[in-house]
């Protein structure tokens, strides 16, 4: 299947996609969600002109570093996947506009995630986060923030410099971060 350009493994019992993967070099949306994948697919990292990725609800953990590898990814869809931390590399994406990180076990995140150029939207629902970096203020393409569930009780100030954020949700947080906030909050 030379010319595939898309796979939906949707739902199969996948528990490791066949290295024939990284043979499909025409491919630029691979669906591998609600699998039984315990590890990022290595094949996965070949596929050089992959735009989108959706391991939703596969139990992977970690993301190796060979990810910086899909430059050209702009969706990637990581839900409910066990996430327990980011590798700095994922700065390294420039063309990710997308980035769902929703339900997962992250405590923090690296500073790096301030390096994507073009996101626009950052869905981080669900997690176990306590702060964020600073360096989210420089993501000037940013429309949507999504820190729904989490355990922030302050943001950082930069924030405030994102001038293009048109939704910002912080619902279920801790109690200074909700309560002195009558209203959404909006940069300055």
């Given amino acids: 299947m030379p010319h595939l350009t898309r796979l939906s493994l949707r739902s199969t019992g996948q528990s490791e996609?066949?290295?024939s993967l990284a043979k499909l070099a025409e491919l630029v949306d691979l669906d591998l969600a609600d699998n039984t994948i315990d590890e990022f697919p290595p094949a996965?990292?070949?596929?050089r002109r992959l735009q989108r990725l959706d391991l939703a609800g596969n139990a992977i953990g970690r993301l190796p570093s060979s990810i910086g590898r899909l430059s050209g990814?702009?969706?990637l869809v990581l839900e409910r996947c066990e996430l327990v931390e980011l590798p700095p590399v994922i700065g390294k994406l420039p063309q990710l506009?997308?980035?769902s990180l929703a339900h997962n076990e992250l405590t923090s995140l690296p500073i790096d995630i301030g390096f994507l150029p073009r996101l626009q939207t950052l869905d981080l629902t669900g997690n176990l986060l306590r702060q964020l970096p600073e360096t989210l203020g420089q993501l000037v393409t940013l429309h949507t923030l999504n820190l729904a569930s989490n355990q922030l009780a302050e943001l950082p100030?930069?924030?405030g410099q994102l001038q293009g954020l048109a939704r910002l949700d912080l619902r279920g947080n801790q109690p200074p971060l909700c309560r002195t906030h009558s209203r959404p909050?909006?940069?300055p």
Avoid: D, G, K
């Avoid at 996965?44 to 596929?47: A, D, I, K, R, S």
């Fill in 17 to 19: 996609p066949p290295e």
């Fill in 44 to 47: 996965v990292t070949h596929l």
């Fill in 185 to 187: 909050w909006a940069p």
């Fill in 73 to 75: 990814l702009s969706e």
């Fill in 97 to 99: 506009s997308s980035l």
């Fill in 157 to 159: 100030l930069r924030i």
